[in-house]
């Protein structure tokens, strides 16, 4: 006998022959299983990261094995490692050429609030210089922690309208970042 269960259908709206549903959730699971996530990493946090993308943990399941090394091709930014301020400049950068919509991990304590290194060196947190949607605790965070941290982005991506980008609130966040 089979063990295979049939999931229940999304929310929606079903009849005979029919299944509706909105747009935006459409649009919002597809992107949120097919991100093309662009790690930034500097230092150890980044070995987590590849042992997230081992076959052990293999993030290729959440849809999203296809890393991308060009900002322009990517819509995930995964920032893992201690940033120095004098690479934020760089990560800005790189932030800015990524088109919308994007978003931002930030993972482990050095990309969050500089870790242990309270020097006059290493930037205090790169939500100092971009907006962060998600923060992945710990020194370094487990593989299941990044997949914990890259599951609440998915929902994000899932739950966000398709206009949020567009919302006066959204060009404000921007605006506080000097961000156009
Ligand atoms: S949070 Fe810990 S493990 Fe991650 S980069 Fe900083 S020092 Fe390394």
Do not use: N
Not at 123 to 145: F, K, M, S, T
């Amino acid at each position: 006998m089979s063990d295979i269960k049939i999931v229940d259908a999304p929310p929606g709206v079903e009849g005979a022959g029919f299944f509706a549903t909105s747009v935006d959730k459409v649009i919002g699971m597809a992107r949120s299983y097919s991100l093309w996530p662009l790690p930034f990493a500097t230092s150890c946090c980044g070995i987590e990261f590849m042992a997230t993308m081992s076959p052990h943990y293999d993030l290729a399941r959440f849809g999203a094995e296809r890393l991308s090394f060009s900002p322009r091709q990517a819509d995930l930014l995964m920032v893992m490692g201690t940033i120095s301020k004098k690479m934020g400049p760089v990560l800005r950068q790189v932030y800015l050429q990524m088109a919308e919509p994007r978003w931002v991990l930030s993972m482990g304590a050095c990309a969050c609030s500089g870790g242990i290194f309270d020097t006059y060196s290493v930037l205090q947190g790169i939500d100092e210089i971009i907006p962060v949607d998600v923060y992945i605790p710990g020194c370094p965070p487990r593989p299941e922690a990044v997949i914990d941290g890259f599951m609440q982005i998915q929902k994000l991506v899932q739950t966000e309208s398709l206009r949020r980008r567009d919302t006066p609130e959204y060009q404000k966040l921007l605006a506080s970042y000097g961000i156009q």
